[in-house]
């Protein structure tokens, strides 16, 4: 299984940050994986941010449940973030990963997300 985030390097402040996640070597419909979201800042641990299961249901951090939104696209086996009303604190390399029974087993390479101010 391998994962490829894409999307733009560079966002402005209060605008929305938008990635994409492609999987290849296996479905994002199968039973029972989840796909997730995960960031780590500069300098900082990694952060959970939100998941999008095999049928469709998502949930998210608490501290960041207002400004996310993940979303998925069966045909093209992709799933993406939204992260809206971004501020530089929002710079952070951004990884999407599959997960089973809460593990994550497959990571993406990352991309770095800079928001200017």
């Known amino acids: 299984v391998q994962l490829q985030e894409s999307g733009p390097g560079l966002v402005k402040a209060s605008q929305t940050l938008s990635l994409t996640c492609t999987v290849s070597?296996?479905?994002?419909?199968?039973?029972?994986?989840?796909w997730a979201w995960v960031r780590q800042p500069p300098g900082k641990g990694l952060e959970w941010m939100g998941v999008?299961?095999?049928?469709?249901?998502?949930y998210y951090s608490p501290s960041l449940k207002s400004r996310t939104s993940i979303s998925r696209d069966t045909s093209k086996n992709q799933f993406s973030l939204q992260l809206h009303s971004v501020t530089p604190e929002d710079t952070a390399v951004y990884y999407c990963a599959r997960l089973i029974s809460g593990e994550k087993d497959y990571w993406g390479q990352g991309t770095q997300v800079t928001v200017s101010s």
């Open positions: 070597g296996g479905s994002i419909t199968t039973k029972f994986y989840g």
């Open positions: 999008i299961d095999y049928d469709g249901d998502t």
